[in-house]
């Protein structure tokens, strides 16, 4: 029989079962009664109305060990630095695979699939997670990453390879998603921006050591090799995490914790029709072409024009699958299960959230990418290698400002702060960005300006993420966080095609404009060829002062566009709610990184999500002999732990 549990924090932290050490900074102070306005969302939160995977999840984390919950993130970081390690090295390596097919103009024809794919495939696998559970979400994504590489390494043409990165980036974002999945359900709120930001520390060492790597499989052997190692070396990094939740998963199933297969008895009909309301197939469907049909005119739109007809019937049919999709999964009927829940919906810090990833990572490509590092080489005159590091200054100056920012969100317990700051610093930076990323300005000066977006980016991201996961409960906590992250995405490719839009219509033209009689028939060469205008003439030249003079103009519009798109953020986070980490019900159950979480049945009409609305001057004296510290109610859970956690 399904137990049904519920988290609650405590007047103090209840004895310890045996084996298990006290925790020191254990948030388990009563809960503050708060209105019912600033509540965070419940949508269907009741455990018995939480998916299988969600109830499985809560099992497992209720009867493992501090030891087995070690051991779980080491498998993260040890998947976090092998998949971070793969990428820094593989993105070296496409140049010279497109090249060996005599195809490399169909270099950026391969990042489209892998854009498109990177968008798309997040909502699927994070509904995966919630059905099925997230053992089996993790090994169907590192299954399908493993068969990208193996595509990749053996390809014998262009389309196999580019037909490869469906199944290399399906399982690239899915490992992704489901690392942030499973750190929100194994961390409490005040732990989990710390948590969170752990999956990015290995590029501050990959950065540097993925060039290498590349360089020296180049070398000793060829760029099959350079894929085909990960297929021995990502499972492995797996094994850890994958054997942690094996081993927790079958110690719940021995003890009866586990949920009852929901196809059990069922005709295959039966289990069919199940499985499309579980998975709310059709609103997936409906959420994936509308991605796909969006992203793919707006990125090929970026380097070939509007002047397809294709391209613009792809987008309107794109468009009103999207206009579709939220009238879907408000339909009880038609979306029982829907993975975009309908209170998430009518959530102020939920869709203000989403608002602040959107255009916070358009006004990124629109000042980091794609066209920062071609600027650098031509008009600051830059070194193929110093240009790189330069670039990676944002992403390396915001992994270690997300760091810190995690352990001031840790101290003071509230998160709006530092979104609201961030979202300053970040608009700041891009009005340094405009005004010192100009020709004749020092090296210096442009790292500072990178420096300081950097500096926003990390104090705003996480946090954004963190307030949108706070807001719902566990059963939608997937979905949520699956939501942001794509929102994220569609925000990036947007502003890549607004930037590929201005490089393309501004640079040619001035181009034409501006160069000398002597080299006006070769506007088109450089155009298209960003060695020919880097080093195709000395820095001084009359042909070099206008290649200068184009990039530079267009790169200010650029930039003028990023600031305008990144100014709405600072306005959505003053929509965001204040919540109060410590006090809110922590979404998670069992042993989790910041304490343990007390278990206890959910009485009926009590929610899982949001600030508690039990009153704060409560005491165990008049209290009720069942929710007394929630001992009677949560005997089973201790039970459990006493026999042999």
């Not at 317990?413 to 700041?428: A, D, H, I, S």
């Not at 990039?551 to 519009?557: A, G, I, N, R, S």
Request: charged content about 15%.
């Amino acid at each position: 029989m399904t137990v049904d549990l519920e988290r609650r924090a405590l007047r103090g932290a209840p004895s310890p079962a045996p084996g298990v050490a006290r925790e020191k900074n254990i948030a388990m102070q009563p809960l503050l009664d708060q209105p019912a306005d600033e509540a965070s969302v419940v949508s269907e939160d009741s455990h018995d109305s939480a998916q299988a995977g969600v109830k499985a999840l809560e099992a497992i984390s209720s009867t493992w060990s501090k030891t087995g919950l070690y051991v779980a993130y080491l498998g993260i970081a040890l998947i976090a630095f092998a998949t971070s390690l793969e990428a820094q090295t593989t993105s070296n390596l496409t140049i010279f695979a497109t090249s060996a097919f005599s195809s490399h103009s169909l270099v950026a024809t391969v990042g489209v699939v892998q854009g498109v794919v990177l968008s798309v495939a997040k909502p699927p696998m994070s509904k995966i997670a919630d059905v099925f559970g997230r053992f089996e979400a993790f090994s169907l994504s590192v299954l399908i990453y493993t068969i990208g590489y193996i595509q990749q390494a053996a390809s014998d043409s262009v389309k196999t390879y580019a037909a490869a990165q469906i199944f290399y980036s399906a399982g690239a974002t899915g490992l992704q998603i489901l690392i942030q999945i499973f750190i929100a359900d194994t961390s409490d709120l005040l732990n989990r921006a710390f948590c969170a930001t752990l999956p990015d520390v290995p590029f501050l060492v990959n950065v540097w050591i993925g060039p290498q790597l590349a360089e020296s499989i180049l070398q000793t052997t060829s760029w099959r090799w350079g894929y085909g190692i990960w297929v021995i070396i990502l499972p492995l990094a797996f094994m850890p995490l994958g054997l942690a939740l094996f081993t927790s998963q079958r110690r719940a199933a021995q003890h009866g914790m586990l949920p009852k297969s929901q196809f059990e008895g069922l005709t295959k009909w039966e289990a069919a029709t199940m499985l499309w309301y579980e998975l709310d197939a059709f609103g997936l469907i409906l959420l994936c072409a509308a991605f796909s049909l969006i992203l793919i005119p707006l990125t090929l739109a970026s380097q070939s024009g509007w002047r397809s007809a294709n391209l613009i019937a792809m987008l309107a049919v794109g468009a009103t699958c999207l206009l579709i999709f939220p009238f879907w999964e408000r339909s009880k009927t038609l979306a029982p299960r829907a993975f975009f829940p309908r209170a998430l919906i009518k959530n102020r810090t939920v869709v203000a959230g989403l608002g602040i990833a959107f255009f916070y990572f358009m006004a990124f490509y629109l000042s980091i990418y794609p066209y920062f590092q071609s600027y650098l080489l031509v008009v600051q005159g830059e070194t193929v290698s110093s240009a790189g590091r330069i670039v990676q200054t944002f992403t390396f100056t915001a992994t270690i400002s997300s760091i810190l920012i995690s352990l001031g969100i840790k101290r003071t317990k509230y998160y709006k702060r530092f979104v609201m700051l961030g979202t300053l610093v970040y608009l700041g930076g891009l009005g340094l960005m405009v005004r010192y990323r100009a020709e004749g300005s020092s090296t210096l000066t442009i790292i500072g300006s990178q420096m300081v977006v950097g500096l926003g980016g990390g104090m705003l991201h996480g946090p954004a993420q963190l307030g949108v996961q706070a807001s719902a409960s566990h059963q939608d906590v997937a979905a949520a966080t699956a939501i942001f992250l794509t929102v994220l995405e569609i925000g990036g490719a947007v502003g890549n095609a607004i930037s590929g839009a201005i490089w393309t219509q501004n640079i040619p033209t001035k181009l034409a404009q501006y160069l000398p009689p002597e080299t006006q028939d070769q506007a088109a060469a450089i155009y298209g060829n960003v060695t020919l205008a880097a080093n195709g003439w000395p820095m001084g030249s009359p042909t070099r002062h206008a290649i200068n003079r184009a990039y530079q103009e267009t790169m200010t519009k650029i930039l003028t566009v990023a600031v305008i798109v990144a100014a709405p953020c600072v306005i959505l986070s003053c929509f965001m709610k204040n919540y109060k980490l410590d006090e809110m019900d922590q979404h998670v159950k069992g042993v989790v990184v910041g304490g343990i979480q007390e278990v206890a049945d959910r009485r009926d009409g009590e929610s899982s999500a949001g600030p508690s609305r039990r009153s704060s001057c409560s005491t165990d004296d008049d209290a009720s002999p069942g929710s007394r510290r929630s001992s009677e109610s949560s005997s089973m859970f201790r039970e459990f732990r006493r026999k042999g956690s």
